[in-house]
């Protein structure tokens, strides 16, 4: 049996699969179907420093082996937060890492200081939600803004700090090296591509926000050259994610260069995902003869 | 919550676009209640499709639903034979909180959102009137199943081709004047939901409406079925799946 524990600045995780911010909630509604524990974590949905009532619906449409989203952080605040889920949480023996947004720098500092005095896991910084001014977009669509947000709250939290970067930049690599630079403990890839869907029969956008966010099995082969590029561009880990389905698409995202995964879109489908995600990868390593998950990392063998 | 592979026991048509699916589930048939829903997985589809609960069986373990084709996910859907097996999540939601009995109650639907309404017509039979709307004559459902339990049936349709013409809440209006109903429940389109709820709300009855809205997990987690509550925090957006998809008519923000 291969070994699928996963060490990321310090933190260990059972196995790499994580539930990705914004499609797993805070855990709750998901323990209905097997324990938390069976996770290496949850990234839990992105918080503000104030509660947040989110966009008007729709928030959510179908496309073609995917979803857009406008959701818009829809949350209770940190506040709530750290008074009513993350106690629970903490009792699921699995990461716990609190994503948070904002719309100031001194917005993600205040949230960050507060969770740097509770027991959680790891931070994740959230600079890249497409469907919010809130949402901190603006810091991570640049290698100088990523730079700037990562310093500011690097300085504000001893906690293990992941910087989530968007696909909509210019060159994944830059984003990653400033993020590196600036003290991130690790990067994760990729949010959500920025879309729209038109109802043709109303004209109509079918978001009320009118653009939102794809995820899903669409965007996989970009999550693929992404994570790739990043990799090939820092020495810190690189967390894995967008249209994760099967385990094949596990094993494609660690080859390119991920060593942790995050699974979305695909919980919706199916609510076993991420566990026949991590089963079909532990048998993928064992039928090879890897001794750990770690050793697949990266190992894609690219044309000349 | 079951997430699970159940077999189609019964499969039909109540007209061109609208099907029905009885499925073998004991435990989320002992489980479920009335106005509660289910979360199918449609062949290819990333997301679900959220099916509103007509029928519960719990001494057969059968759960029925009867659904309209809207689009590719229903569309295969209504290609479902007996012996086939779908992936159903549920049931889901809150249900419909049910009078006793021997009170009076009145079911209002419109179209597609008359379905649901026939498991309030079991639980209070004689006591229960129904105003049932359609566009047309081909595009009833359920009419006689409402006539089987429901104390009087009342079917409206947009162009008078069957039943008597008009909106169902010209008949409601004279309904809620001559008697005086428990509680009203309703299911279909926004206007008519509105309407209904305006309705019930001047007699000062209990009101309770099933809403729909394009839906995500369908459990909680991912947020995307917002609708607008008050609460007693103010106006908060909450949530079709979790914490309706039946909500207090005059606590619906329009």
């Not at chain 2, 006793?100 to 009145?106: F, G, P, W």
């Not at chain 2, 339990?149 to 809620?176: H, I, P, Q």
């Amino acid at each position: 049996m291969a070994d699928m524990k996963v060490k990321i600045a310090g933190v260990e995780f059972s196995n790499p699969i994580i539930t990705a911010s914004g499609t797993y909630g805070f855990g709750k509604e998901y323990s209905n179907f097997f324990s938390l524990s069976e996770l290496g974590g949850i990234s839990c949905k992105g918080i503000t420093l104030e509660e947040r009532q989110g966009n008007p619906p729709p928030r959510i449409a179908e496309t073609p082996s995917g979803i857009l989203n406008s959701v818009g952080l829809q949350n209770p605040g940190v506040d709530y937060f750290i008074e009513h889920d993350l106690p629970w949480l903490k009792t699921q023996d699995t990461v716990i890492i609190a994503n948070i947004a904002g719309r100031t720098m001194e917005d993600y500092c205040t949230v960050a200081k507060k969770l740097d005095a509770t027991n959680v896991d790891m931070i994740e910084l959230n600079i890249s939600c497409p469907n919010v001014k809130a949402g901190g977009v603006a810091f991570g669509v640049t290698p100088q803004g990523v730079e700037e947000i990562t310093t500011a709250v690097r300085a504000a939290t001893k906690k293990p700090l992941i910087v989530k970067l968007t696909p909509n930049t210019a060159d994944i690599s830059q984003t990653a090296k400033a993020a590196e630079n600036a003290g991130a403990d690790a990067v994760s890839l990729i949010n959500t591509l920025t879309g729209m869907k038109i109802d043709i029969n109303t004209r109509r956008p079918v978001l009320r926000n009118n653009t939102g966010g794809l995820s899903g099995a669409a965007v996989l082969p970009v999550a693929v050259r992404m994570v790739w590029q990043a990799a090939n561009a820092v020495k810190i880990p690189v967390i894995g994610m967008g249209g994760i389905c099967r385990w094949q698409d596990a094993v494609e995202l660690m080859l390119a260069g991920a060593c942790a995964l995050q699974i979305g879109t695909a919980n919706f489908t199916d609510a076993y995902t991420p566990i026949k995600v991590r089963d079909g990868l532990e048998k993928y390593l064992d039928d090879n003869g890897y001794a750990s998950v770690g050793d697949i990392v990266g190992k894609v063998e690219v044309w000349e | 919550m079951i997430q699970g592979i159940f077999p189609v026991v019964k499969a039909g048509t109540q007209n061109d676009n609208c099907f029905e699916i009885t499925f073998k589930a004991p435990d989320m048939a002992k489980e479920a209640k009335v106005g509660q829903f289910v979360h199918i997985l449609c062949d290819g589809k990333t997301l679900r499709r959220p099916i509103s609960i007509c029928r519960i069986d719990k001494a057969e373990g059968t759960l029925r639903i009867v659904f309209e084709k809207r689009g590719e996910g229903t569309a295969w859907l209504s290609k479902c034979k007996e012996g086939d097996e779908l992936d159903i999540l549920g049931p889901l939601g809150n249900g419909f909180p049910l009078c006793d009995t021997n009170k009076n109650v009145l079911v209002v639907g419109g179209g597609i959102g008359v379905p649901p309404l026939l498991g309030i017509a079991d639980f209070a039979a004689d006591g229960c009137d129904a105003v049932l709307g359609f566009r047309d004559r081909d595009h009833l459902c359920l009419i006689d199943d409402f006539k089987s339990v429901a104390g009087n049936v009342f079917v409206m349709t947009d162009d008078g081709s069957f039943g008597e013409k008009g909106f169902v809440t010209e008949r409601v209006r004279a309904l809620v004047s001559e008697k005086a109903y428990d509680a009203v429940y309703a299911c279909g389109p926004s206007p008519m939901l509105k309407a209904v709820s305006a309705l019930a709300a001047e007699k000062g009855i209990d009101c309770y409406i099933s809403l729909e809205e394009r839906m995500g997990c369908g459990i909680g987690a991912c947020l995307v079925c917002a609708c607008k509550i008050k609460t007693a925090d103010g106006e908060k957006y909450l949530h079709v799946c979790k914490d309706g998809p039946v909500f207090k008519a005059s606590e619906v923000i329009w």
